[in-house]
């Protein structure tokens, strides 16, 4: 049998990948699994295989507009089968966080129902009067007025949360204002720098490996992009795979101070480490 050469564009040879299955799996969605509303090739196959193989997996996602009741509606419209437990937002691990941090606290959110939602139901009152929090989300209708509000909120002494740090966000006209650069507004403007829970805060991965009883030294994280899934994968202790079906590319990757532990075109060429 022929050897099999190893990519140069791959950091870890293709002998190395020998001993690389792991017992649970994360993955992001954007970029991973679907691609511009539909499934990027392979990743029905790849879902299915974790499932044959008996692998518990989450499935991530900065984005905080849905809940993951809606995602996973989205996502088998797609004709990938995944579950609402099977999905792990940044608004889900901003709630728990608070939850952990302040018990039956208060927040002003400025977001959309996956927010609102997670945090009602992890016990949050949700008031403009004297919060404890002003968490930033994302949502398609950022208003001069929330912003305001949050802005005069944080300066009155509120803990500045935001869900996660992308600037931007897509949409089939070009890119959109997102949480991290609505983020920067409201800081500038208050001297005060939110905490941002999502990717790339490893916290999202401990809450996530917890949700699965994962640990990291038998965990692998999948994602496509070097500033926030490979870093904070890494960060957590984790496996990394970069696919290159997303953001980052192949020739970008060396301009990183870090590497991932693979790098693979697309969730298509790992069915055989699952």
Same mark, same amino acid.
């Given at each position: 049998?022929?050897?099999? $050469?190893?990519?140069?564009?791959?950091?870890?040879?293709?002998?190395?990948?020998?001993?690389?299955?792991?017992?649970?799996?994360?993955?992001?969605?954007?970029?991973?699994?679907?691609?511009?509303?539909?499934?990027?090739?392979?990743?029905?196959?790849?879902?299915?295989?974790?499932?044959?193989?008996?692998?518990?997996?989450? !499935?991530?996602?900065?984005?905080?507009?849905?809940?993951?009741?809606?995602?996973?509606?989205?996502? $088998?419209?797609?004709?990938?089968?995944?579950?609402?437990?099977?999905?792990?937002?940044?608004?889900?691990?901003?709630?728990?966080?608070?939850?952990? $941090?302040?018990?039956?606290?208060?927040?002003?959110?400025?977001?959309?129902?996956?927010?609102?939602?997670?945090?009602?139901?992890?016990?949050?009152?949700?008031?403009?009067?004297?919060?404890?929090?002003?968490?930033?989300?994302?949502?398609?209708?950022?208003?001069?007025?929330?912003?305001?509000?949050?802005?005069?909120?944080?300066?009155?002494?509120?803990?500045?949360?935001?869900?996660?740090?992308?600037?931007?966000?897509?949409?089939?006209?070009?890119?959109?204002?997102?949480?991290?650069?609505?983020?920067?507004?409201?800081?500038?403007?208050?001297?005060?720098?939110?905490?941002?829970?999502?990717?790339?805060?490893?916290?999202?991965?401990?809450?996530?490996?917890?949700?699965?009883?994962?640990?990291?030294?038998?965990?692998?994280?999948?994602?496509?992009?070097?500033?926030?899934?490979?870093?904070?994968?890494?960060?957590?202790?984790?496996?990394?795979?970069? !696919?290159?079906?997303?953001?980052? $590319?192949?020739?970008? !990757?060396?301009?990183?101070?870090?590497?991932?532990?693979?790098?693979?075109?697309?969730?298509?060429?790992?069915?055989?480490? !699952?």
């Amino acid at each position: 049998m022929a050897t099999e $050469q190893p990519d140069p564009r791959h950091p870890v040879e293709a002998a190395d990948t020998d001993g690389f299955r792991s017992r649970a799996w994360l993955t992001d969605m954007d970029g991973v699994l679907v691609s511009e509303g539909r499934p990027i090739p392979g990743a029905d196959a790849f879902v299915a295989a974790l499932r044959a193989a008996g692998r518990p997996f989450l !499935v991530l996602t900065n984005n905080s507009i849905w809940t993951a009741r809606d995602l996973a509606a989205r996502l $088998q419209s797609m004709g990938l089968h995944i579950l609402e437990d099977e999905i792990w937002t940044s608004a889900l691990a901003t709630a728990t966080f608070l939850a952990d $941090q302040r018990p039956g606290g208060s927040a002003y959110v400025v977001g959309e129902a996956g927010l609102t939602s997670a945090l009602h139901d992890a016990g949050f009152v949700l008031t403009d009067t004297d919060p404890d929090y002003v968490v930033l989300g994302e949502t398609r209708t950022y208003s001069f007025e929330a912003i305001t509000k949050a802005i005069r909120l944080v300066g009155a002494g509120a803990r500045f949360i935001a869900t996660n740090p992308d600037p931007t966000g897509p949409s089939p006209e070009g890119p959109l204002p997102a949480c991290g650069a609505v983020a920067e507004l409201i800081a500038t403007a208050t001297r005060r720098r939110p905490y941002v829970i999502g990717k790339p805060n490893p916290m999202m991965f401990r809450y996530a490996m917890n949700m699965i009883g994962a640990h990291s030294e038998t965990t692998t994280m999948v994602g496509d992009r070097m500033d926030t899934d490979v870093i904070s994968g890494m960060e957590a202790g984790l496996r990394t795979v970069l !696919v290159l079906s997303g953001v980052t $590319q192949a020739d970008e !990757v060396d301009a990183f101070p870090y590497r991932p532990s693979l790098v693979r075109g697309s969730v298509a060429e790992l069915l055989d480490l !699952v």
